[in-house]
């Protein structure tokens, strides 16, 4: 079934003289329109067009006319269809059955020709549109029909006769965005991490890579837990107390495993910001390692074991940035990342080279 593409419905610049002269004119329609008096009803039409130009009501208006007057509709009808105007008599149809459809129509009025929804102009069209359907003085062809169907807000009829698939509203969209903000999600990304005004850093420039498990979208307070892999590749040796021997090391990584909260500052439906903070255990590898022998009794295993202690530079990290996130499809947003790190490594009194404590980070993420 081809699929008609919906006009997008964004934000209209207001017009105030547009809107006064339909709101002088629509009282005129709608008293031609309900007396068939078909020549004042052009005229008024025209005038209306003549400075704001046509639109989707002036349209219906005409074509409801020649449909009563049995006159010829197919320029009519072919423009009203290229121009998309059913997609926004269908839109405009599911604006009105909304239970706030006064504050939709106030958030963008020229979106709706500066027409009110529910207005009598509609349920007159719808009525006259009725009327001619369940009469047997019109001879209708088959997009004529379909188009009185449409106009009497039998949508779904108009659709199957038109092999046409319905629009989504703006209501419709967002109450689907807000639909996939519940639920918790996972989220996957990478970025830089990198030292703030520190001369000759260990760390300096690193690539960073992390998964994590965040809360519903939904809420204003998220959650999430996290764990971050940093390749330490292309940083400077620093110096490691061993047993009062100094090693020379070369971390391959560290390791970041912590939590945060965030509160939802903005909310968008598909766009979202979310000041963050939070805390970790970080841990530097140092590759040195050692292996303990001890000796214990077993009865079924006897005597004798083994384990591995590992020696690497540990710390905390507190973090604290913003977030900013968009969606993308069902349960895929988009994010980017940018927050500061204090990682105070110097307080591992192993670790013997001045490091620097304060860094920023910068991420993408998709969230699933």
């Not at 068939?36 to 006319?65: D, H, K, M, W, Y």
């Not at 020709?113 to 069209?125: A, E, I, K, Q």
């Not at 850093?201 to 996290?226: E, K, T």
Request: glycine fraction near 8%.
């Amino acid at each position: 079934m081809p699929t008609v593409a919906q006009e997008q419905q964004t934000t209209s610049p207001p017009n105030q003289g547009c809107e006064q002269l339909t709101q002088a004119a629509l009282p005129k329609l709608v008293s031609s329109l309900n007396d068939n008096n078909f020549t004042a009803l052009e005229q008024a039409l025209q005038t209306l067009e003549s400075a704001c130009g046509p639109n989707e009501v002036t349209q219906r208006l005409r074509i409801i006319g020649q449909l009563v007057q049995k006159q010829p509709t197919t320029a009519s009808i072919r423009t009203y269809l290229e121009q998309g105007q059913d997609n926004k008599l269908m839109i405009r149809l599911d604006d009105a059955a909304e239970e706030n459809y006064q504050n939709i129509y106030l958030k963008d009025k020229a979106a709706y020709n500066y027409v009110p929804l529910r207005h009598g102009v509609d349920s007159l069209v719808q009525v006259k549109a009725a009327a001619i359907l369940g009469s047997q003085m019109y001879n209708l062809t088959e997009t004529e029909e379909a188009i009185a169907y449409l106009f009497s807000d039998h949508i779904n009829t108009y659709l199957m006769r038109m092999q046409k698939e319905k629009p989504v509203t703006r209501v419709q969209e967002f109450q689907e965005v807000e639909h996939w903000k519940r639920g918790w999600g996972f989220t996957l990304g990478g970025g830089l991490y990198r030292p703030l005004n520190a001369t000759n850093p260990i760390f300096n420039n690193q690539a960073i890579f992390g998964v994590s498990a965040m809360s519903p979208l939904s809420n204003d307070w998220i959650f999430d837990a996290f764990f971050k892999y940093r390749s330490n590749k292309g940083s400077r040796t620093f110096e490691y107390d061993l047993y009062d021997q100094v090693e020379y090391v070369n971390s391959p990584a560290s390791y970041i495993m912590g939590a945060s909260v965030g509160y939802k500052f903005l909310d968008l439906g598909k766009f979202l910001m979310i000041g963050k903070g939070g805390i970790a255990f970080e841990t530097v590898s140092t590759g040195l390692q050692e292996v303990q022998y001890y000796d214990y009794y077993d009865p079924y295993y006897g005597g004798g074991g083994a384990s591995t202690r590992f020696h690497n530079v540990n710390t905390y990290n507190l973090l604290g940035g913003l977030t900013v996130m968009q969606h993308l499809h069902r349960r895929t947003f988009i994010g980017a990342n940018i927050q500061y790190h204090y990682s105070p490594y110097n307080n591992d009194r192993r670790l013997l080279t001045p490091t620097a404590s304060d860094y920023i980070n910068f991420e993408l993420f998709f969230r699933f």
